[in-house]
Structures are given as structure tokens and as C-alpha cells.
Antibody
Framework: QVQLVESGGGVVQPGRSLRLSCAAS????????MHWVRQAPGKGLEWVAV????????YYADSVKGRFTISRDNSKNTLYLQMNSLRDEDTAVYYC???????????WGQGTKVTVSS | DIVMTQSPDSLAVSLGERATINCKSN????????????LTWYQQKPGQPPKLLIY???TRESGVPDRFSGSGSGTDFTLTISSLQAEDVAVYYC?????????FGQGTKVEIK
């Protein structure tokens, strides 16, 4: 079954860290670029980060640059998002998404919820 | 960064009627080397992740009903639902993939009148 399953979300205090994971199955994970997209409560979609299929390039939204790190382990078919120095405004559902060859995000996970609160 | 602006923010349409959503980018997202507009449309229903509807501005993803169509080029794009069905109630987002960051529009909420 072709799917992405996120995990690692939870409630964390401001300034602390959290690592999200996205487990891929049913397809050749190592040939796809992967993205993180987040959605704050009641808000729209915000692109967060991308990593190329081989991990050679990574790009971030300005809002998370220097605090978040995207990575992947193709041997484990898993995408990660290391989130440091978390802020209230990072509270959101975080989705991982696959970028297919045409550039569109054709496969999304169900999301994992991150709440930053003291 | 490319800014994507959708209009309207919400609309209510009667069942069987046409719904039209506009999306405008603040710079062209047309790539002349392959003659494509780097624009996608997604549908998001409550409690669900987004679903890909349209890519290259006008190509329907496999399995998407043909009542959904995309048009436009350069900086101005439109998503049309030709005959609104109850299951089309959702928020619709455009996104450009011409460059990084891959910016989204703010979303348009479609409801039944």
C-alpha cells in the first residue's frame, strides 16, 4: 500500500525540540523529493522544507530557517524534521508530502500535530 | 518569494451550479522551455490532508472527476467546478512549483448555498 505515515508530534514547551518522522511504504522512496508542509489551527497550508531524493539539497521557509532541519534515511524509507527552538507559532499539523516527477505533491500523509505551549 | 493570491476567500454555490476560484501570482510561473505553467490545485476536506486535483495548471490528476478543470497561464489561473456536488465542499488551494519556496494561496472555502 502506497502511503506516508507521520509520527513524533506532541505537546512541547517553547524553546524545546521535537523530531518528526515520516515513514514511506509501497513505493521507491529513494527516487522522490520530499517535503514538509504545515497547517496552523484554522489556517491555510504553509510550505516548510524540501529535501532532494538523494539528500544533496535542502531548502527551508524563512520562518523555520536556522531552527528546523530536514533529513532522510533512504535505507529506512524515512523522512525527518528536526525542530529546535520551538515557538508558539510553530503549533500546527505537520504533513509530509511526496513530490512526483511533474513537481506536484501527489501523496500526503495524514499529518502529526505539534502544539507548542507552556 | 512568489506570492499567490486567491479570490474569493469563500463562496457558496447551489448544487449543480458552477463554482469558479481564481488564483493570481505576483510573477509569471510559465516556464518557456517546456511550455508549462508550474501551478497545482489541491482540495482539502475537513480533517483530511490535501488531495492533488490539477497539475500543470490544467491537467487533471488520475481519478479526479471531469467536472474539475483548470485554466490560465502566466500569472492568472482559474479552477472551475462545472456542476457542484455535495462532496465538493472543501477548501481549495493553488500552489506554484516554479521556484522554492513552494508557496500556496490562502485557500478558498466552497460551501453549498
Amino acid at each position: 500500500q502506497v502511503q506516508l505515515v507521520e509520527s513524533g508530534g506532541g505537546v512541547v514547551q517553547p524553546g524545546r525540540s521535537l523530531r518528526l518522522s515520516c515513514a514511506a511504504s509501497g513505493f521507491s522512496f529513494s527516487i522522490y523529493g520530499m517535503h514538509w508542509v504545515r497547517q496552523a489551527p484554522g489556517k491555510g497550508l504553509e510550505w516548510v522544507a524540501v529535501i532532494w531524493y538523494d539528500g544533496s539539497n535542502k531548502y527551508y521557509a524563512d520562518s523555520v530557517k536556522g531552527r528546523f532541519t530536514i533529513s532522510r534515511d533512504n535505507s529506512k524509507n524515512t523522512l525527518y524534521l528536526q525542530m529546535n527552538s520551538l515557538r508558539d507559532e510553530d503549533t500546527a499539523v505537520y504533513y509530509c508530502a511526496r513530490e512526483e516527477l511533474r513537481g506536484a505533491f501527489d501523496l500526503w500523509g495524514q499529518g502529526t500535530k505539534v502544539t507548542v505551549s507552556s | 518569494d512568489i506570492v499567490m493570491t486567491q479570490s474569493p476567500d469563500s463562496l457558496a454555490v447551489s448544487l449543480g451550479e458552477r463554482a469558479t476560484i481564481n488564483c493570481k501570482s505576483n510573477q509569471s510561473i510559465f516556464y518557456s522551455s517546456n511550455n508549462k505553467n508550474f501551478l497545482t490545485w489541491y482540495q482539502q476536506k475537513p480533517g483530511q490532508p490535501p488531495k492533488l486535483l490539477i497539475y500543470w495548471a490544467s491537467t487533471r490528476e488520475s481519478g479526479v472527476p471531469d467536472r474539475f478543470s483548470g485554466s490560465g497561464s502566466g500569472t492568472d489561473f482559474t479552477l472551475t467546478i462545472s456542476s457542484l456536488q455535495a462532496e465538493d465542499v472543501a477548501v481549495y488551494y493553488c500552489q506554484q512549483y516554479y521556484t522554492t519556496p513552494r508557496t500556496f494561496g490562502q485557500g478558498t472555502k466552497v460551501e453549498i448555498k
